[in-house]
């Protein structure tokens, strides 16, 4: 069965740190591209970063550039994301997701992608930024 799972996710003050991590069952990770994205209450779900399939690009929201990192572990079929410096508007679900394909090499260089090009999705883990 297909399937990505997220956790990591939880409470923590302004300016603290949380790793989440996006975990892959039923396929191997490494031959994706891997983005995530995050949704606060009343808001559009947005993407926040993403990573090749070969690693050789990522790409960040500018929200979040300079403090959040995403990288990959193959070993564990495991993307994390990072995120340094959090600030209460940072408040929100985060969902990573997976897209296959020749683009996987490339999608993440520009821009980050669509969420429409996105195969596979997790169902999220709350991040609440609070003092």
């Known amino acids: 069965q297909v399937q990505l799972a997220e956790s990591g996710g939880g409470l923590v003050q302004p300016g603290g740190s949380l790793r989440l991590s996006c975990a892959a069952s039923?396929?191997?990770?490494?031959?994706?591209?891997v983005g995530w994205f995050r949704q606060a209450p009343g808001k559009e779900r947005e993407g926040v970063s993403c990573?090749?399939?070969?690693?050789?690009?990522?790409n960040y929201a500018d929200s979040v550039k300079g403090r959040f990192t995403i990288t990959r572990d193959n070993a564990k079929n495991t993307v994390y994301l990072q995120m340094d410096s959090l600030k209460p508007e940072d408040t929100a679900v985060y969902s990573c997701?997976?897209?296959?394909?020749?683009?996987?090499?490339?999608?993440?260089?520009?821009?980050?992608?669509?969420?429409?090009?996105?195969?596979?999705w997790g169902q999220g883990t709350q991040v609440t930024v609070s003092s």
């Open positions: 997701a997976a897209l296959s394909g020749e683009i996987s090499e490339y999608v993440c260089y520009d821009d980050l992608p669509s969420r429409s090009l996105y195969d596979y």
């Open positions: 039923g396929f191997t990770l490494e031959y994706y591209a």
């Open positions: 990573i090749s399939s070969n690693d050789e690009h990522t």
